[in-house]
């Protein structure tokens, strides 16, 4: 009976893990993004990933913060989180969720997680009516403003999806190129493969989530911004100020580029 119960606990176990899991088709981008503005010839590359689900759910994130943060809610102890924090190292904080038209961002300031939601539809586009080719697919161009920052994608549709990287998941087609005006900001389209994943949501139940509305989300950056690194320095400890060079008072948003672009 007990050699019974036994096995069965362990067939549970493992149909649960299975049902964790998802396939996906995961579309692979190459990221460029210049982090320091004072410094516009150090721009930095990496890849970032939109797993897509089904047609209404999809999500989107550097593939290092993707590792990093499946690698923290798993660590077993204090060597493998260290460990894994070591081995990932992503340059951006950002990871986009969409669900039925509704955009879930969560995103970090200094050292707080912050979550919010924007409709889709909040971003309105001027779409050009001519086509061009672009590697192999057929594409348009289309423009938008968008979190303070100036967009050009280009969009096909060879891929029945309407979907694409970051925020452009309300055009009439799949986005394989998008930059903002100034170059910070690059995301082009790589290659594609369906991959088996677990935790879509990347829940951690060691992290602490603040959840506000976009309005307070700009503020909270722009508060931010405003700061000095001096300021972040003293906040961490009082008796910083004695020691601080000068050099410490410079405000955090001259170098600071986040792809949230406050003014």
Known sequence: MKKALFAFLIFMLINSSYAQQKTVMRYNYAGKLLADKTQPEQVEESVFVLDIENIESSRFLELALLERKQGTSTA?????????????????????FYFNGIITTKDAIHKTVYTYQNSASDLIWKIESNSEKWNTYTVQKATTFFEGRQWNVLFTLDIPLRDGPYKFKNL??????????????????????????DNWDLANPKEIVTQITPQQYEKALKVYQSKTYKDLLIEMNPENAKTIPDEFAEKIGLRSNPIYKVH
């Open 172 to 197: 009439p087609g799949f986005v394989v190129k998008a930059w903002d005006e100034e170059h910070h900001y690059e995301f082009e389209l790589i290659n594609s493969e369906k991959i088996t994943i």
């Open 76 to 96: 077993k102890n204090q060597n493998e989180l260290m460990q894994v924090l070591s081995t990932y190292r992503p340059k951006t904080d950002f990871s986009i």
